[in-house]
């Protein structure tokens, strides 16, 4: 049995989860409204204030596809209760973010100025010249959208210049050695 896919997921007050055909999960909360088409294999079961997920046999498939329903589900749950972020770190000499509007404008070393428009539902907050924050409802959305942002300028390892993510560590490599 699966040991993510058989914990039941506890729906929150001010949280309402609508079951539709074709297994289609429609969530509602206070930060917004997510909805997603499920795989139809497996059962998902609404009683009360929580979801289960069970799966109808122990084939290979249902076995892979138990565990990653109930953590999209539990993944939507948690997104209009709290809403996910990502931070993002700009190191470098005169790289720097700015925000115009809806835009973000990145000076990394180019000739000229990166510009990135924010995906719908997706906000970036800048704080300083160096710190970008991704704000979102949907977990794949944020991820996504940070991990275009990281690749206008991946970190380079002797230096550290680039983009990356604030937990992340970048290895650091010596430079040439003079004789």
Known sequence: MSRIG?????????????????NKVTVKGPKGELSRVLPEAMDI???????TVSRPNDLKKNRALHGLTRTLIN??????????????EVNGVGYRAQKQGK??????G?????????????????????????KGIDKEKVGQYAAEIRSKREPEPYKGKGIKYDYERIRRKVGKTGK
């Not at 835009?103 to 990394?108: A, G, I, P, Q, S």
């Not at 180019?110 to 970036?124: A, F, K, L, N």
């Not at 300083?128 to 924050?133: E, R």
């Open 6 to 22: 058989k914990m039941p997921i506890a729906i929150p007050a001010g949280v309402t989860v609508d079951l539709a055909e074709n």
């Open 45 to 51: 079961k609404l009683d009360g204030d929580t979801i």
């Open 103 to 108: 835009k973000l404008v990145l000076n990394l």
């Open 75 to 88: 993944n939507m749950v948690v997104g209009v209760t709290e809403g996910y972020e990502k931070v993002l």
């Open 110 to 134: 180019y000739s000229h100025p990166v510009e990135m428009e924010d995906p719908e539902g997706i906000e970036t907050v800048l704080e300083g010249q160096n710190k970008i924050t991704v």
